[in-house]
C-alpha cells in the first residue's frame, strides 16, 4: 500500500515537471524568437550603428535620437530616488510608530543603497526599461557558503586556542616556533625568583617546575561560512523569461530567471556536484541575438577547470497541480540544463521579480520602450541628413563633362587648377625662350614705365596629371 503511494505521487511529480518544462521551453521561444530580435534592433539604434542600406561614396551619417532621448529621461528619473538622503521611507501611522518607521527606512536604505550598490542596480533597470520594454529587479535571501583561505603569523598559544574553538575555521597548517622574547623575559623571571627563594630558610622552598617555552605559530586556516543576507540584482532583458500572454509578472503561468553559473558557484549553493556535471555546455543562452550583440567577445570554449565549467541554471515560479487537489500553487522550481532538469521545488508566496516600463500597455506584461516611440524619427532624420550632406558636397565640388579640344580647360578646371595650369603654362613658355644660362629677370619695380610682355595664350594647355606649385601671377589678358 504505502509502495503504491509513493509510485503515484512520483506519477503526478513526474506529469507536473513535464508541464513545467513545455511552459519554460515556449517562453524561452518567445523570449529568443520575438522578443530578443526587436531588443537587439533597439541596442543598434542607440549605438547608431548603420542601418545595412548605406551606399558606397554617399553620406552614411546616423542620427541619435534614440539615445539623446534616452540619456535625456535617465538622469531625471534617476533623481528621484537618489536626489535626496535616503532611497526610500517608511511614513508611521501614528506616533507610537514613528522611531519603528526611522528604523526601517535607515535598515532599507543601507541593505538597498550600501550592501547591494543600489544605485547602479536601479540604473541598470531604468535603463534597460527604457530602451528594451522591461527593467527587472530580482530580490532574494541569498544563503549560498563562501570559501576562504586565511593565513596568520606570529600568534601565540592563547589565540591559536580561539581560532581552534571557531566553528567556521579548519587549521590546514601550524608551524611551530619558540617566541625569543617570551623566552628570554621567562628566563630572567626565573633568575628573579630563584634570589628570592635562596633567601629563604631550608624547608621552605616550595618545589620548582619550569614553565613549557613559549611558542609562536604561523597557521593557515580555510573559513567556511554561510552568508546570510538580502541580495538584490538587475536581470538583463535576455536572462527573463515569461511565459506568452502573460497580463503581468505576478499572474503569468511562468516566469523565470536563466543564468549561466560555474560549477562551482551550484556546489556552493548546495547541489550535487555529479548531478551537475551531467548538465554542462548548454548554448541556448549563448544562441540568443540579444546576448551575442550585448558580449560579442564572448565565444570562450570550455575551461579545463571542472569548477569553472559553465552551466544553464533557471529559478522559475509557476502555478502548477503539484498535490493534486485541484487547485495550482505558486511554486519556485530550481532547474538546470536545456532540458530543465527540475532539482529543487518548494512553495512560494510571490514571485520576488519587480519589473519597470516607460509605456505600459493595458493586459499586457510587456510594454513599450523609447526606441519603439522614437526610432523612425531617428531614421527619418538620418536619411534628410544624408541627402543634405550628399547635395552639399556636389555642390561644392561639382563635376563637369567636357570634350577636349573644344574648350579652353582653364575655364572649365576649378580656380585653383586653372591658376596653376596657367602658371605651368607660362613656365613652359619662359624656359623655351632664355635658355638656362642665361640669369634670370628679376620682377619688375611698380615704378618702371616699360611695357610689360604677357606669355603668349596657348589654345590648347599642357597636359599636368599634377600641376607642380607656383607662386607667380597669371598673366594679364
Given at each position: 500500500?504505502?509502495?503504491?503511494?509513493?509510485?503515484?505521487?512520483?506519477?503526478?511529480?513526474?506529469?507536473?515537471?513535464?508541464?513545467?518544462?513545455?511552459?519554460?521551453?515556449?517562453?524561452?521561444?518567445?523570449?529568443?524568437?520575438?522578443?530578443?530580435?526587436?531588443?537587439?534592433?533597439?541596442?543598434?539604434?542607440y549605438r547608431g550603428e548603420p542601418f545595412g542600406d548605406e551606399e558606397e561614396g554617399r553620406s552614411k551619417v546616423v542620427s541619435r535620437d534614440v539615445s539623446d532621448t534616452v540619456r535625456a529621461i535617465l538622469p531625471s528619473m534617476m533623481r528621484i530616488f537618489f536626489g535626496g538622503e535616503r532611497v526610500m521611507e517608511f511614513?508611521?501611522?501614528?506616533?507610537?510608530?514613528?522611531?519603528?518607521?526611522?528604523?526601517?527606512?535607515?535598515?532599507?536604505?543601507?541593505?538597498?543603497?550600501?550592501?547591494?550598490?543600489?544605485?547602479?542596480?536601479?540604473?541598470?533597470?531604468?535603463?534597460?526599461?527604457?530602451?528594451?520594454?522591461?527593467?527587472?529587479?530580482?530580490?532574494?535571501?541569498?544563503?549560498?557558503?563562501?570559501?576562504?583561505?586565511?593565513?596568520?603569523?606570529?600568534?601565540?598559544?592563547?589565540?591559536?586556542?580561539?581560532?581552534?574553538?571557531?566553528?567556521?575555521?579548519?587549521?590546514?597548517?601550524?608551524?611551530?616556533?619558540?617566541?625569543?622574547?617570551?623566552?628570554?623575559?621567562?628566563?630572567?623571571?626565573?633568575?628573579?625568583?630563584?634570589?628570592?627563594?635562596?633567601?629563604?630558610?631550608?624547608?621552605?622552598?616550595?618545589?620548582?617546575?619550569?614553565?613549557?617555552?613559549?611558542?609562536?605559530?604561523?597557521?593557515?586556516?580555510?573559513?567556511?561560512?554561510?552568508?546570510?543576507?538580502?541580495?538584490?540584482?538587475?536581470?538583463?532583458?535576455?536572462?527573463?523569461?515569461?511565459?506568452?500572454?502573460?497580463?503581468?509578472?505576478?499572474?503569468?503561468?511562468?516566469?523565470?530567471?536563466?543564468?549561466?553559473?560555474?560549477?562551482?558557484?551550484?556546489?556552493?549553493?548546495?547541489?550535487?556536484?555529479?548531478?551537475?556535471?551531467?548538465?554542462?555546455?548548454?548554448?541556448?543562452?549563448?544562441?540568443?541575438?540579444?546576448?551575442?550583440?550585448?558580449?560579442?567577445?564572448?565565444?570562450?570554449?570550455?575551461?579545463?577547470?571542472?569548477?569553472?565549467?559553465?552551466?544553464?541554471?533557471?529559478?522559475?515560479?509557476?502555478?502548477?497541480?503539484?498535490?493534486?487537489?485541484?487547485?495550482?500553487?505558486?511554486?519556485?522550481?530550481?532547474?538546470?540544463?536545456?532540458?530543465y532538469k527540475v532539482l529543487r521545488s518548494d512553495p512560494a508566496s510571490h514571485v520576488p521579480i519587480a519589473d519597470l516600463c516607460p509605456d505600459p500597455e493595458p493586459h499586457r506584461a510587456i510594454g513599450w520602450s523609447i526606441h519603439d516611440l522614437v526610432h523612425d524619427i531617428q531614421r527619418i532624420k538620418s536619411q534628410i541628413l544624408r541627402g543634405m550632406l550628399d547635395s552639399l558636397a556636389q555642390t561644392l565640388n561639382p563635376r563637369a563633362g567636357v570634350v577636349e579640344g573644344e574648350v579652353n580647360m582653364q575655364d572649365v578646371l576649378p580656380t585653383r587648377w586653372a591658376r596653376r595650369s596657367a602658371c605651368a603654362g607660362r613656365a613652359c613658355?619662359?624656359?623655351?625662350?632664355?635658355?638656362?644660362?642665361?640669369?634670370?629677370?628679376?620682377?619688375?619695380?611698380?615704378?618702371?614705365?616699360?611695357?610689360?610682355?604677357?606669355?603668349?595664350?596657348?589654345?590648347?594647355?599642357?597636359?599636368?596629371?599634377?600641376?607642380?606649385?607656383?607662386?607667380?601671377?597669371?598673366?594679364?589678358?
Amino acid at each position: 500500500m504505502y509502495d503504491d503511494e509513493l509510485e503515484k505521487v512520483d506519477e503526478e511529480e513526474q506529469e507536473t515537471h513535464a508541464t513545467l518544462r513545455a511552459l519554460l521551453v515556449d517562453a524561452a521561444s518567445y523570449v529568443d524568437e520575438e522578443l530578443s530580435p526587436d531588443r537587439e534592433k533597439a541596442g543598434r539604434y542607440y549605438r547608431g550603428e548603420p542601418f545595412g542600406d548605406e551606399e558606397e561614396g554617399r553620406s552614411k551619417v546616423v542620427s541619435r535620437d534614440v539615445s539623446d532621448t534616452v540619456r535625456a529621461i535617465l538622469p531625471s528619473m534617476m533623481r528621484i530616488f537618489f536626489g535626496g538622503e535616503r532611497v526610500m521611507e517608511f511614513s508611521p501611522v501614528g506616533p507610537e510608530d514613528a522611531e519603528m518607521a526611522d528604523q526601517a527606512t535607515d535598515y532599507v536604505h543601507f541593505v538597498f543603497a550600501r550592501d547591494n550598490g543600489g544605485f547602479m542596480v536601479l540604473y541598470s533597470a531604468i535603463k534597460d526599461a527604457l530602451l528594451r520594454r522591461t527593467g527587472a529587479i530580482k530580490t532574494w535571501w541569498d544563503d549560498s557558503v563562501e570559501v576562504s583561505f586565511e593565513d596568520y603569523e606570529g600568534i601565540d598559544d592563547a589565540t591559536l586556542e580561539l581560532l581552534e574553538e571557531d566553528p567556521e575555521l579548519d587549521i590546514l597548517e601550524d608551524n611551530a616556533y619558540p617566541d625569543e622574547v617570551a623566552q628570554a623575559a621567562l628566563e630572567e623571571q626565573m633568575a628573579q625568583m630563584a634570589q628570592q627563594m635562596e633567601q629563604m630558610p631550608e624547608g621552605q622552598m616550595p618545589p620548582m617546575e619550569p614553565p613549557p617555552p613559549p611558542m609562536l605559530h604561523d597557521v593557515s586556516v580555510r573559513r567556511t561560512r554561510e552568508t546570510g543576507k538580502i541580495r538584490a540584482e538587475a536581470i538583463p532583458p535576455e536572462e527573463l523569461l515569461i511565459a506568452r500572454g502573460a497580463r503581468s509578472f505576478q499572474d503569468a503561468d511562468v516566469i523565470g530567471h536563466r543564468v549561466e553559473l560555474t560549477v562551482s558557484d551550484l556546489v556552493a549553493m548546495g547541489y550535487d556536484k555529479d548531478v551537475i556535471e551531467e548538465h554542462l555546455h548548454t548554448d541556448e543562452l549563448r544562441s540568443n541575438q540579444e546576448r551575442l550583440a550585448r558580449h560579442p567577445e564572448d565565444f570562450q570554449g570550455p575551461s579545463n577547470d571542472a569548477g569553472l565549467q559553465k552551466v544553464l541554471y533557471t529559478e522559475a515560479w509557476a502555478r502548477l497541480d503539484e498535490d493534486d487537489d485541484g487547485i495550482a500553487e505558486l511554486r519556485r522550481y530550481c532547474c538546470i540544463g536545456d532540458q530543465y532538469k527540475v532539482l529543487r521545488s518548494d512553495p512560494a508566496s510571490h514571485v520576488p521579480i519587480a519589473d519597470l516600463c516607460p509605456d505600459p500597455e493595458p493586459h499586457r506584461a510587456i510594454g513599450w520602450s523609447i526606441h519603439d516611440l522614437v526610432h523612425d524619427i531617428q531614421r527619418i532624420k538620418s536619411q534628410i541628413l544624408r541627402g543634405m550632406l550628399d547635395s552639399l558636397a556636389q555642390t561644392l565640388n561639382p563635376r563637369a563633362g567636357v570634350v577636349e579640344g573644344e574648350v579652353n580647360m582653364q575655364d572649365v578646371l576649378p580656380t585653383r587648377w586653372a591658376r596653376r595650369s596657367a602658371c605651368a603654362g607660362r613656365a613652359c613658355t619662359s624656359r623655351s625662350r632664355h635658355p638656362s644660362s642665361a640669369p634670370t629677370p628679376s620682377r619688375r619695380s611698380s615704378t618702371s614705365t616699360a611695357p610689360r610682355r604677357s606669355a603668349p595664350a596657348s589654345r590648347t594647355p599642357p597636359r599636368v596629371s599634377t600641376p607642380p606649385p607656383c607662386r607667380a601671377r597669371p598673366p594679364r589678358r
